[in-house]
C-alpha cells in the first residue's frame, strides 16, 4: 500500500491541514455590529435615565394618591365604627278583623295565607 501524503488527508473535522480551521460562532467581519460612539452612548443612556426618573415620578404621585384614598378609606370606617347602629324598627301594625275583612273583599290579601 503507498504512503499518502499527510497534507492530503482530512483531519477529525474534515478539513484538511492546508486550510485553517473555521471558527463556528464567530461573525463574519461584514456582519459586524458597528460600535456606538462615546457621544451616542451617553445620549442612549440620558433617555434611560430621563424616562426611568419619569416612571419613578408617576410611581410617587399614584403612590400619594393611594395613600391619601386609603385614609379617607380609614377614616370612613373608624366614623362608621363609633357611629353605632340604631335598633329602632317601626312594630307591625295590628289590624282589627274588620279591617282584614274590607282587604279580603277588596282582594288586596289572600285569604289562604296567613
Known amino acids: ?13 474534515g478539513t ?9 460562532g464567530a461573525v ?6 458597528p460600535t456606538a460612539t462615546p457621544e451616542e452612548t451617553k445620549a442612549k443612556s440620558t433617555a434611560m435615565i430621563d424616562s426611568a ?15 391619601e384614598l386609603l385614609q379617607r378609606d380609614e ?10 347602629v ?3 324598627s317601626v312594630p307591625p301594625k295590628e289590624e282589627s278583623a274588620a279591617d282584614y275583612a274590607k282587604k279580603v273583599m277588596a ?3 289572600n285569604p289562604t295565607k296567613s
Open 1 to 13: 500500500m503507498p504512503e499518502e501524503n499527510d497534507e492530503s488527508k482530512p483531519d477529525t473535522d
Open 16 to 24: 484538511t491541514p492546508k486550510e485553517p480551521a473555521k471558527d463556528k
Open 28 to 33: 463574519p467581519a461584514a456582519q459586524e455590529t
Open 53 to 67: 426618573n419619569e416612571a419613578a415620578e408617576r410611581m410617587e404621585r399614584a403612590n400619594k394618591k393611594r395613600e
Open 75 to 84: 377614616a370612613l370606617k373608624v366614623e362608621k365604627t363609633l357611629g353605632g
Open 86 to 88: 340604631a335598633e329602632a
Open 107 to 109: 282582594n288586596d290579601v
